[in-house]
């Protein structure tokens, strides 16, 4: 059996000297990064415990693809280009087929987003992944959750609903990682580049990753705002309605999680704007509301209000 070493050589290990703002990679005790001039980093972590935030079963080459994915998402709902990662990876047993299909996915995806991976660990236990990403964004510039003002349009991009879809078609026996929904949910792609482009025009952003209402409710408090919502035009994942029927596809797209795409508060002047440029990447961006100056969510329904995602539910946001 490969020692704990010899893994990180073979699947993590890569060579990153030579990215720019990379001093020392993996092989110190720590890696040495150097941010651009008039940057700030922008951090965060992320951790995908298996039967918690996947299926068990899952193919490995789609689990690590997603331990990014999930952590790169923050970085895009703060508008920062991303730089650097690290992971921390604990492994029930040296499955040498299943770490080379894991490091292909995670690999993939860090060559695509121009990620480098600066160093991490391997331990034995339960799967649990964790990724710490660093990203850069202009100083003073970064999206936050508590700039929306009233008055502001609120959009998302993409569509909604596809994390709840394809745990449900997972369920269902579909194995087929080309089915819409099933990508959705094992194969999310990080709003990078809209993150981006947004940044220049939106008074503040979220990812989408416990669920809309759940999101939204997050943005509204940091922001000191309430919320229109118009439910009725919330933009669907493809194939949603025929998996789960009418009803239920709208309450995933409310409260579903797991889509990793951007929530924004956009001034109302700026919206055609954001919709062209978003437009240009193929990426679509639909007003599914506007934030209000009275505290709370308004346009759903108390009495049949979905809650979104918890670790930890009965206890405090």
Known sequence: MPSEFEL???????PCDAEPGVVAGPGDD??????????????SVD????????????????IGHRALAVALSDLAAMGARARWCALAATLPEADEAWLESFAAGFHALCRRSRVALVGGDVTRGPLSLSVTVHGEVPAGRALRRSGAEAGDILAVTGALGGGRGGLAAWRDGVRDLDDPLLRAYLLPEPRLTAGEVLRE????AIDISDGLLADLQHLCTASGVGAALQPEVLPLAEGLTARLGEAAAREAALAGG???????ALPPEALNEAVNRLQTLGLPLTPIGRVVGEPGIHGIDD?????GWQHFPGGTP
């Open 201 to 204: 025009l939106a008074h503040a």
């Open 47 to 62: 951790t995908s415990v298996v039967d918690v935030h996947f299926p068990q079963a899952a193919p490995a080459v789609a």
């Open 303 to 307: 009495s049949t209000r979905p809650t």
């Open 8 to 14: 990180i050589a073979r699947f993590f290990a890569r």
């Open 258 to 264: 797991d889509d990793y795409e951007l929530l924004v």
């Open 30 to 43: 720590c890696a040495l990064l150097a941010p651009s001039a008039g940057s700030e980093l922008a951090v």
